[in-house]
């Protein structure tokens, strides 16, 4: 059974900083793609970052370039999204995602993802 578990939200004020977990079971990131995705109240889920499965190439999206960082540690079978510099309109519910499809090229729409987490809040407020 595949699970992916989020962890690492919160409130903060902003300009400062997050370090989101996504802790995969039952599959390997050897072989599985990871994306980020967010969404807040009234609006569509959009990509934020994801990472291949193979060469561990990393992508972006423009809001978040420059901000975010995604890492991922293949022998605990964890990803990482360091967000720093965080602004109000980053607030939202992010979630992970696990795709077995190669290659990754981008950051695929949420539907060529096939195993989601149950999301972790992040608040940036004064």
């Known amino acids: 059974q595949v699970q992916l578990v989020e962890s690492g939200g919160g409130l903060v004020q902003p300009g400062g900083s997050l370090r989101l977990s996504c802790a995969a079971s039952g599959i390997s990131l050897n072989y599985y793609a990871i994306g980020w995705f967010r969404q807040a109240p009234g609006k569509e889920r959009e990509g934020v970052s994801s990472?291949?499965?193979?060469?561990?190439?990393?992508y972006y999206a423009n809001a978040v370039k420059g901000r975010f960082t995604i890492t991922k540690d293949n022998v605990k079978n964890i990803v990482f999204l360091q967000m720093n510099s965080l602004r109000p309109e980053d607030t939202a519910v992010y979630y992970c995602a696990a795709t077995g499809k190669t290659p990754v090229i981008g950051i695929p729409p949420p539907g060529e993802y096939a195993h989601w987490g149950q999301g972790t809040q992040v608040t940036v407020s004064s």
């Open positions: 990472i291949s499965s193979s060469d561990g190439g990393t």
